[in-house]
């Protein structure tokens, strides 16, 4: 019997091959932002930058070290709001999309 993929693996897997699947990560990474979900907002990001570019081009563009990156996006990690946003910047540039925001009231 076939060893059953884990749940990130499945995530990874298909974000690397499916462009929609690897923005909406990236979308949804941003909706966490906007809701203060910062625990589900970096491991969405974490999934994006593993699907995408990898966190050694990640680092080459922000100069930084892949394992700083690495603990910013980890579960106990604590990025500063300019990282975030560069991190956002580096990813949507890659994938060349564009973010728009659109606010509705509840």
């Keep these: ?3 059953k993929k884990s749940f990130e693996q499945a995530v990874l897997a298909r974000a690397k091959t499916d462009k929609a699947y690897r ?3 990236l979308a949804a990474a941003i909706q966490e ?6 625990a589900v907002a970096r491991a969405l990001l974490r999934h994006s930058v593993n699907a995408s ?3 050694e081009t990640l680092a080459s563009y922000m100069d930084k070290s892949p394992k700083s990156l ?3 996006l ?6 500063t709001l300019s990282n975030i946003a560069r991190i956002l910047a580096v ?9 728009t925001v659109t606010i509705e009231p509840d």
């Excluded at 980890?74 to 990025?79: I, Q």
């Excluded at 990813?91 to 973010?99: D, G, P, V, W, Y």
């Design 1 to 3: 019997m076939r060893e």
């Design 23 to 25: 923005e909406g990560l």
């Design 33 to 38: 932002i906007s809701v203060n979900n910062l």
């Design 53 to 55: 570019i990898g966190f």
């Design 70 to 72: 690495m603990r910013m």
């Design 74 to 79: 980890s579960a106990n990690g604590n990025p």
């Design 91 to 99: 990813l949507l540039e890659h994938t060349n999309s564009r973010i």
